[in-house]
């Protein structure tokens, strides 16, 4: 089993920046795509951003791609998620979480098996 933890969360102004972190537990966590996902108020959770098991092929959605940079170290088990040109439209609880190497980049939540437990990012405005 895999535990992730999200960490880096807080408030923000507009065009600012943040850098989120998740740290996972696990034997094989370079073998993991790894995804962050969001979910705001009142909304469903969508696909953020994501990162291949193998040397780190990247995806983004539209609407983060440019602004927003997911890397991960496999070393130290931890997955980022580097924030910039912030916009209010970002605030949301932001979820990192893992799946099989064959669904990379996969915007569908049902591809990952497990989840962190979720940390706040507000940005005013």
């Known amino acids: 089993q895999v535990q992730l933890v999200e960490s880096g969360g807080g408030l923000v102004q507009a065009g600012g920046s943040l850098r989120l972190s998740c740290a996972a537990s696990g034997r094989t966590f370079s073998s993991y795509a790894m995804g962050w996902f969001r979910q705001a108020r009142g909304k469903e959770r969508k696909f953020v951003a994501g990162?291949?098991?193998?040397?780190?092929?990247?995806y983004y959605s539209d609407s983060v791609k440019g602004r927003f940079t997911v890397s991960r170290d496999n070393a130290k088990n931890t997955v980022y998620l580097q924030m910039n040109s912030m916009k209010a439209e970002d605030t949301a609880v932001y979820y990192c979480?893992?799946?099989?190497?064959?669904?990379?980049?996969?915007?569908?939540?049902?591809?990952?098996?497990?989840w962190g437990q979720g940390t706040q990012v507000t940005v005013s405005s």
């Open positions: 990162i291949s098991g193998s040397n780190g092929r990247l």
């Open positions: 979480a893992t799946a099989p190497a064959v669904y990379s980049g996969s915007t569908y939540w049902g591809h990952y098996d497990y």
